[in-house]
């Protein structure tokens, strides 16, 4: 992609109106643009991580058996009625159609996944089964300073599974467990990422949350250096101990929430009689897991978590682009070499972000780069022709190296 | 797939709701399930299909130079009242949220990728430019009678086109057509679809839309057999010629809308005031053209145009799967020859649909191979394997081939 086609631009100022690090950053670069309070668009530069880590997620979700369907936002208050959330979800967005049918945004899918489960799931011999979605999810909520951290409409995946035993959904809970730290790994976060322990809610004991430290968390975990692991400030009062070592907790950190793992049990199961017959014959109700992750809040998170002062650091993995190809100056020769590295490299199918741009100083070009943050820069400049050298620099070191053309193929098969 | 693992299953009985072929043999086969009136769940096979077609569309779009982005559903009162639509648009879902904010659930993105476009075009140097998205709109429509054709909820390309003049509109609106032709082609749905010429609403004196000629079509067009194109019946009073060869119209269809271009000029230009400066510095307003393919509707119509009275027939391209594989019968052979067959499919990545099932008579799964309609149905029973050979047959074809395992494997290299 040829920065002077790109649709959206780099910012010189950081937007007046956010006052987190991840929207400042990301707006800037040319990854969000905001159009309302809590509400942004992912631009061509956003929308490629977006896409990246949809493919991480989908890519575990396959291994874990589930299979991809897509659920409406829109669904018909009775639904939301008989889970006696309508009047009790803080943050549910209500609306009023034509013939006066009401209906509610989904902030979650419950109220739909579970009917949906009911016209397919008759006996043992269905189950376990598991579904999930990669969908846009609403949430009428106040404070939306955090850039993508908080918002009022977002992209989730969504997991829910259905299990015949207590045991059964044990068993895919752990699975679950690790797949997200799978997950969180290849995203570089494995070390500030705590596998928490929080509150149930009405159906279970506990739930897990995977924590990731921050400064602009809204959630304050407990920490066990020695386990990596800790407890929900919800739960310390209760629970003070390392749920792994069984040390005392007095490590306090602010946290962001990226993902967590319920077991629903009966509670849905029950709303909307979803059974099935055992092998025996006898009618029981279908016991439910369900597991999030929040992909907006998630790219939030790396942003706030992988970043210098200078701009965004994206783990090479889910970077909109591999490299990052600078031609320095308006020198013609200097923009022929450019211009011809730029083809090979789009013949060999490197994602390549060429700033090929003739009204922007080198230093401008530099500074975008480092903005942008594409794990590598390459600069052609007179002083690299002359050399008959390429110069590369990883974003997230300082050492500039010399090599050759044919090096920088070989280092990128 | 195996088909026992399928989260879905198919229903002997149509549903007694649902008046279209298409919501009818989507509902009975397992790609969609409703929930609510015109609110539709893609299962796992309707969602593979959605997902073929975006290939296909996505790879037009980046053809045309196209970036994809991701616009929000929920957008601020203040830009539907700008452009007049938030009182005028008929089927427009208005909702109120905390502190009485308004927003509305967009049905289409000009109120949200013009104030963008303002962020980014700045002088003709930025232009042309074009943006697109796959996103879920929201219509509050009354008549959803029609399955997948007309629904409160549906997936949809929207493509906005940047333009410093109107022969560079011109240019491009003609493009675009080129390139949805070459889309419904793929599609298998050619000579079924007319060019349209109809109303251009107030910015434009014409548009043009893809009718798909079908007795569930809403639409009323008039055809030229000789130049395959139409004219919309709004229109005919006015225009009651073809517009390739002047022969007088007289032959009228039902249709379904499929696609529309619009050039909305400087319409929304003007309410945003999202200028550029030209050559000369002078300030002019962008020039626009707009263009949308249903993606839900395209499903619903691929249904309708291509199914016999035994179920759906999809075009190889966008079927869920590329073979349906039978094992006959519960003979512990046959079911282990299918198995081996199975494995070394799935190895050569080939997407098969494997009906594995037990409890299912020979009858039945081959009633639910013509449902599912995917297009080469592959049996192995007590009978193939003494002849040592494959049963082979074409969806839309009543012959059956018998063949080796080999020549099935080159068949699908």
């Known amino acids: 992609m040829r920065l002077s086609q790109l649709f959206s631009k780099t910012k010189k100022s950081s937007p007046q109106t956010e006052e987190s690090i991840n929207a400042s950053l990301l707006i800037k670069g040319g990854f969000i643009q905001k159009t309302g309070a809590g509400i942004y668009t992912l631009l061509p530069l956003g929308f490629r991580v977006a896409k990246k880590i949809e493919y991480i997620i989908e890519e575990e979700m396959e291994k874990l058996g589930a299979q991809r369907i897509l659920m409406p936002a829109l669904t018909p208050k009775k639904n939301w009625k008989l889970t006696k959330r309508w009047d009790n979800f803080d943050t549910l967005f209500r609306l009023k159609g034509k013939e006066k ?37 609403f949430r009428d909520e106040l404070r939306v300073k955090s850039g993508l951290l908080r918002t009022k409409e977002f992209l989730m995946k969504d997991l829910y599974s259905f299990h015949s035993s207590e045991k059964d959904l044990d068993n895919f809970y752990e699975k679950v467990k690790k797949s997200y730290a799978k997950i969180f790994k290849k995203l570089g976060l494995e070390k500030k990422t705590y596998l928490t322990l929080a509150k149930g809610g009405t159906f279970s004991r506990y739930s897990h949350e995977f924590q990731v430290v921050s400064d602009e968390g809204e959630d304050t975990i407990y920490i ?22 069984g040390k005392i907790l007095k490590k306090e950190k602010k946290a962001i929430e990226i993902a967590n793992t319920f077991k629903l049990k009966d509670k849905f199961s029950r709303d909307f009689n979803l059974t099935f017959l055992d092998k025996h014959g006898k009618r029981n109700f279908v016991l439910m897991g369900c ?10 998170t790396l942003v706030e978590t992988l970043h210098d002062d200078k701009g965004i650091i994206w783990p090479e993995i889910i970077s909109p682009f591999k490299l990052h190809l600078v031609a320095l ?16 490299l789009q013949k060999s199918k490197i994602e390549v972000l060429y700033d090929d741009r003739n009204e922007s100083s080198p230093g401008e070009k530099l500074a975008d780069a480092d903005l942008i943050g594409v794990p590598y820069r390459i600069v052609i400049s007179k002083k690299t022709i002359l050399r008959k050298k390429i110069e590369m620099k990883k974003r997230n070191s300082n050492k500039v190296k010399f090599i050759t053309e044919r090096e920088l193929l070989n280092f990128l098969k």
């Open 329 to 344: 100056g308006n020198d013609r020769n200097v923009k022929e070499v450019t211009k011809k590295l730029y083809n090979i």
């Open 224 to 245: 066990c250096d020695k386990c990596h692991v800790a407890v929900n400030k919800e739960l310390i009062r209760t629970q003070n101990k390392c749920w792994k070592c």
């Open 291 to 300: 597991y999030g992750i929040g992909i907006s809040r998630l790219i939030g």
């Open 101 to 137: 049918k009401e209906y509610a945004l989904n902030p979650t899918h419950e109220e739909v996944v579970v009917p949906l489960a009911r016209s397919f799931i008759e006996s043992y011999r269905d189950l376990p089964s598991y579904v999930y979605q990669i969908q846009t999810k």
